[in-house]
């Protein structure tokens, strides 16, 4: 029996991650798929923890991005700055420890499913996003991004295949427009250097006609799916 797989899709905005990972899902391919969503963008999964959509509920009525994605700026230490710290602290501890939840609950889904037999394809990674901001060697990094750093890197099972779609920064850029197209171009290069990081890489270029890019992809995990099973 082939073993089941967990796959990631990583890759800059634009690269089409959801578009191979939802034609996957619906097939046809040669092994039955259950794809997940990974990214920091918790409302575009149907997966959240009740206690996450309260927080975000209330997040949205106050105004604020619904989101557990934030950063504290340093201010100057007063008795107002300190109370100000402590409380940016408790907040940041409890967005962390909910984040944390949600991860754990993607990864528990899809061993769920990889028990039944479906190959597991994730759009995007937590690993991959986080990697260069909370796991990578660097200087000065907050606390909680150096704790969240070692849970990934230490306690969270990594992909058994992590599969980038490349494409320029400029042509992302013209994909979405979301972004400049020099920091495409850096998350790009980011992603691409995963390759020593992780178990298994493969690189697909994304800068084709869909159904070359969904080819390949399927190709790769295929290819993967027989190296573990022999």
């Not at 697909?204 to 390949?216: E, L, T, Y």
Request: include cysteine; hydrophobic fraction near 45%; glycine fraction near 8%.
């Amino acid at each position: 029996m082939t073993p089941a797989l967990q796959v990631a899709l990583v890759g800059a905005d634009g690269a089409g991650k959801s578009t191979i990972t939802q034609m996957l899902e619906r097939g046809p391919v040669p092994f039955p798929v259950k794809r997940v969503y990974m990214g920091v963008n918790l409302e575009s999964s149907s997966l959240m923890l009740p206690t996450t959509r309260l927080l975000l509920a209330v997040k949205r009525a106050r105004g604020r991005r619904p989101d557990l994605v934030a950063g504290a700026h340093p201010v100057a230490v007063t008795a107002h700055a300190r109370s100000q710290r402590l409380a940016r602290t408790v907040k940041g501890s409890a967005r962390l420890g909910a984040w944390v939840l949600e991860e754990w609950l993607r990864q528990l889904v899809a061993a769920g499913y990889g028990r039944r037999g479906y190959v597991v394809v994730f759009d995007r990674h937590f690993f991959a996003d986080y990697y260069h901001s909370d796991i990578a060697p660097a200087p000065d990094r907050p606390a909680g991004a150096r704790l969240h750093g070692w849970l990934l890197q230490h306690a969270y099972p990594k992909p058994d295949l992590v599969v980038c779609l490349d494409a320029p920064g400029d042509v992302l850029f013209r994909r979405k427009g979301e972004a400049s197209a020099a920091w495409l171009e850096q998350r790009r290069q980011q992603y691409l250097g995963l390759g020593a990081v992780v178990p298994a890489f493969a690189v697909v270029d994304a800068d084709r006609p869909v159904s070359s890019v969904f080819a390949d992809v399927v190709a790769a995990i295929e290819a993967r799916r027989k190296e573990a099973a022999s």
